[in-house]
């Protein structure tokens, strides 16, 4: 392969990777938001009431994130999580006031973009990118990576703090 293809590939990934970081660095300056928390946001506003296994199963995290996210959310007076009247066992997260109006100013997920412009793509080329690109993870090694279908990068359940490596 001639050199100048592999920069013209490292470059593409570079440019998602940035992309990527830009939303993110931009998100949690407007709003004080990840973008896994605003995620779990707008989930909670469209579903009402639901339940964190729920909320888990949706945006493909485990309820142990989903919880650790939560406890962040509460903490800045964005959700409140109530036990059910007819199960106890399962608890609901619900948007207080200050979440609805949180959700109102943040702008729209990255990948919301995405999925508009590959949902008018052809079937074959939607094939041809998700094949593409599951051979690029595996040529980096990371096929094996847990990852869920959110553009954003970090530890998911961060606050906007410094990341530590490995997080």
């Known amino acids: 392969m001639k050199k100048n293809q592999i ?19 931009d998100l949690v ?28 199963l949706e ?3 485990s309820q142990a994130t989903v919880t650790s996210i939560l406890d962040r959310l509460e903490t800045k007076n964005l959700v409140i999580r109530k036990r059910s009247t007819k199960d106890k066992r399962i608890v609901h997260a619900y948007l207080t006031d200050n979440g609805k109006k949180i959700i109102a100013k943040a702008p729209p997920p990255l990948q919301d973009n995405f999925i508009k412009a590959f949902e008018h793509l052809d079937d074959w080329e939607q094939n041809m990118i998700i094949a593409s690109l599951q051979r690029v993870a595996s040529m980096m ?10 553009l954003d990068v970090g530890a998911l359940d961060r606050q906007s703090t410094p990341l530590k490596s490995h997080e």
């Not at 470059?11 to 660095?25: C, E, H, Q």
């Not at 995620?39 to 009402?48: D, Q, T, Y």
């Not at 090694?141 to 959110?150: G, K, R, T």
């Open 7 to 25: 920069e013209s590939v490292l470059i593409a990934l570079r440019r998602l990777i940035r992309a990527t970081d830009l939303y993110s660095r």
């Open 29 to 56: 300056k407007s709003t004080g938001l990840t973008t896994p928390q605003l995620l779990l946001l707008l989930s909670i506003k469209n579903r009402g009431e639901v339940s964190i296994r729920e909320l888990a």
């Open 59 to 61: 945006i493909s995290l």
């Open 141 to 150: 090694d990371a096929e094996d990576i847990d990852a869920a279908p959110v």
